[in-house]
């Protein structure tokens, strides 16, 4: 009788019997960064809720900081079914052949997190996951890291002040054209990899959101930091299509919902953690923050301008002119 009444009860919430008695399905989260980074922070809360919203139908494993894939191996295990869920950067679907994504790479492109999350979280961040679909990809939700500012060994006030500095980027054309156009030299070079090419001097500068400049101890090496908030860096937390759809669809519903909680909690704890690591960085006194006035942050957008022409052909225009019109951006602006 108590059995039965357990039944009933776990029923009530939306389970099925079948997935109750059940082995747990095990889904494995696997992420490149460390566990108390926004990315590492919302895993684990997509873990507790998973599991709590299911009744431990679900069990999520997550592999912090690289300790399953690495960076360049996590897609391919992804498409092949060996782990089932991944946040990787946005700026990696365009080597998989999805470019649409680097619209989120452009500079200047969303003005502030409003803008943003009208397309993450609106009809046309919905479309471009979709794209993701014949990759084997199912795309689940957008989660933010943060707006970037440049960073290097001498003062940044205006676009010429980069002239001929090596940039490290990540793996983007649109951040290539975008450090080209400024006449530095960018440099793609591997996230774990960048301290200590900035601390000998192999590359010059950076750019990043301030959680990622102040966890990674960047700013103990860099003397100088424009708060610019040129461009974006997010997440896409995808999973394996052919596993999703298997799901029932009663803990499908539970995992949905797991996920738009998190997705809500993902993006508070990053504005979060970007404003702690900003005041971390001038409390150490080791780089001076700087904040463009309304004059220099303008020549920044002027400079940058031509970027989102140039990448038209490679993103599409249609794609880019939809981001415009959801967010009312003027291009004429840049």
Do not use: C
Request: proline share 4%; net charge neutral.
């Amino acid at each position: 009788m108590k059995i039965r009444s357990l039944l009933v009860g776990l029923m009530a919430v939306g389970l099925s019997a079948a997935a109750v008695a059940a082995e747990p399905i095990v889904i494995k989260f696997s992420h490149v960064v460390a566990q108390d980074t926004p990315k590492g922070k919302a895993a684990e809360k997509f873990k507790a809720l998973a599991e709590q919203y299911t009744n431990g139908a679900v069990k999520v494993e997550v592999y912090a900081n690289s300790t399953l894939y690495k960076d360049k191996e996590e897609m391919e295990a992804l498409q092949l079914g060996a782990v089932q869920l991944l946040a990787p950067s946005l700026a990696k679907f365009g080597p998989l052949g999805v470019r649409e994504f680097e619209v989120f790479d452009l500079p200047y492109i969303f003005d502030g997190y409003d803008a943003l999350h009208k397309i993450t979280k609106g009809p046309v961040g919905q479309q471009l996951l979709a794209k993701l679909e014949p990759k084997g990809i199912r795309g689940l939700a957008f989660w933010d890291n943060g707006f970037k500012s440049f960073s290097a060994n001498t003062p940044i006030r205006m676009p010429e002040d980069l002239k001929g500095k090596k940039m490290r980027i990540q793996s983007s054309k649109v951040l290539e054209e975008q450090m080209r156009t400024v006449k530095s030299l960018p440099q793609v070079m591997a996230f774990s990899e960048v301290y200590q090419a900035l601390q000998t001097g192999v590359v010059d500068g950076t750019e990043n959101p301030h959680s990622n400049l102040y966890t990674q101890k960047m700013h103990e090496v860099q003397k100088h930091m424009a708060l610019t908030d040129h461009g974006y860096l997010g997440y896409a937390v995808i999973t394996n299509k052919k596993f999703w759809d298997g799901l029932p669809a009663d803990i499908r519903t539970q995992l949905d919902k797991a996920m738009v909680e998190s997705t809500d909690y993902a993006n508070q704890i990053a504005l979060e953690e970007n404003e702690k690591a900003l005041e971390g960085v001038r409390a150490s006194g080791k780089t001076e923050v700087y904040t463009p006035s309304a004059e220099e942050k303008a020549a920044f957008m002027k400079a940058l301008a031509p970027v989102h022409k140039k990448m038209q052909s490679r993103i599409g225009k249609d794609v880019i002119e939809s981001i415009y019109q959801e967010t009312g951006f003027d291009p004429s602006k840049l």
